[in-house]
């Protein structure tokens, strides 16, 4: 198994207070991604990371931030959580085989956070 | 841009088959294939790239229709073990850096002895 934790893993919240989900990993893969789950809606992309200070947005970031200071970590924050912001975040990474820089392979999922915001 | 997966869920008896199908709207360089059992995190099962490439799963395999941007999973002869939700996911260029991978809303796939 690849080695990505997530921290924490179960949380609750109220509304309005700021929340940050860390992404841990031990292979050393240049690319970070985090995305929410929700039924029927499947995966969606927040942001992601393609290098150490180096992040973009995804599909659905608005009221999310992220940061990556170091390769291992890539924190996601909620400036100010909302209900619609419950759900079950997964971090993943992926390193491109060498000479194909800037294509995606296989992503490695983390375990979750299952996030709730009362 | 998100991909379409086809059927939404699937019911089958062991030794049955079935194909989950992927469209997208937009140009697509890879196609990538993920099971997510209940309460655990996706694991990859296979990716299909532009040129026919196909690196995956042994007992699963899939097509890519790069013209029609569309792909297929085929799971012949299903066990217990395929009970989970299928996701795809397209590749598609973000920026001058990469690229990243939007998924599907996924396939219920339940098979019963």
């Known amino acids: 198994d690849a080695g990505i934790t997530q921290s924490p893993r179960h949380k609750v919240t109220e509304t309005g207070t700021p929340v940050t989900l860390r992404c841990h990993q031990t292979?050393?893969?240049?690319?970070m991604y985090w995305y929410r789950q929700d039924p029927g809606h499947g995966l969606r992309l927040i942001h992601y990371s393609y290098g150490v200070k180096d992040t973009d947005k995804g599909e659905v970031s608005d009221g999310y931030s992220v940061s990556r200071s170091k390769t291992e970590d890539f924190l996601l924050t909620l400036e100010s959580a909302t209900s619609s912001q419950t759900s079950v975040y997964f971090c993943?990474?992926?390193?491109?085989?060498?000479?194909?820089?800037?294509?995606?392979?296989?992503?490695?999922f983390g375990p979750g956070t299952r996030l709730t915001v009362t | 841009q998100q991909p379409v997966q086809s059927p939404q869920a699937v019911i089958l008896r062991e030794g049955e088959d079935a194909v989950i199908n992927c469209s997208s709207s937009?140009?697509?360089?890879?196609v990538h294939w993920y099971r997510q059992k209940h309460g655990e995190a996706p694991v990859f099962l296979m990716i299909l790239l532009k040129g026919g490439e196909q690196k995956g799963h042994e007992k699963i395999s899939a097509s890519f229709n790069e013209k029609k941007q569309q792909s297929s999973l085929y799971l012949t002869a299903s066990q217990l073990s395929y009970s989970g939700t299928y996701f795809c996911g397209t590749e598609i260029a973000v920026n001058q850096a990469g690229t990243a991978l939007i998924f599907g809303k996924g396939t219920t796939l339940s098979v019963s002895s």
């Open positions: 937009k140009a697509l360089y890879s």
């Open positions: 292979e050393n893969h240049r690319y």
């Open positions: 993943a990474i992926s390193e491109p085989p060498p000479g194909l820089a800037g294509i995606s392979y296989e992503q490695y």
